[in-house]
């Protein structure tokens, strides 16, 4: 038993591992205090992504608690997007969304809505995998991937949106 305690918590081990070696290089390598603010607090969120998805930590909007050992469920067909969970799956990655287009400017909004789907479609299919490997006990799930894949889609608009305000204000300064 102390065993699958311990395994369970691999993933989130690798997590902590990499993001504490990402940020030693950010602080290392990146001297302009804002940029470098921006990366530390983009590694943040993706960390924080990475243990609410990967891990047997979950968050439901009010509490966090670590789930019982087991492999999870798959759902592939029941649709339920009139729901608190695909709400908060929205929420959770629309800033990813806005740090892909931050970072691949030129790739349009329909680029990524096949993206979105693409990485929703990876995350739910990791968490199938992680479930029965170290038992996180996560439930790949038809609407998280339609929710990850909005989110996506939601933050790259925020983003277009953003960088529209933020030339038109550097135009107008100019004039």
């Known amino acids: 038993m102390k065993g ?52 047997p930590i979950s968050f439901d909007g009010t509490s966090v608690y670590v789930m ?3 492999t999870g ?4 067909h029941q649709l339920d997007i009139i729901d608190i969970g695909f709400a908060e799956n929205i ?7 806005f740090l892909i287009r931050k970072f691949f400017p030129h790739v349009s909004i329909l680029s990524m809505a096949f993206t979105g789907f693409m990485i929703g479609g990876g995350i739910e299919t990791s968490q199938y ?19 990850n894949a909005l989110g996506i889609v939601v933050g790259a608009i925020l983003m277009v949106v953003y960088e529209y305000i933020t030339n038109r204000k550097t135009v107008v300064a100019t004039k």
């Open 4 to 55: 699958v305690l311990v395994m369970r918590f691999i993933p989130l081990l690798i997590i902590l591992t990499i993001s504490i070696i990402s940020g030693l290089i950010i602080n290392h390598n990146i001297k302009e205090f804002e940029k470098r603010h921006f990366y530390l607090i983009s590694l943040v969120y993706l960390t924080f992504l990475g243990m609410i998805l990967f891990t």
């Open 68 to 70: 019982s050992a087991g």
């Open 129 to 147: 995998y992680l479930s029965h490997i170290f038992l996180i006990n996560r439930t790949s799930d038809i609407n998280d991937v339609l929710a």
């Open 73 to 76: 469920r798959v759902n592939l």
């Open 91 to 97: 929420i959770l990655t629309v800033p990813l969304g």
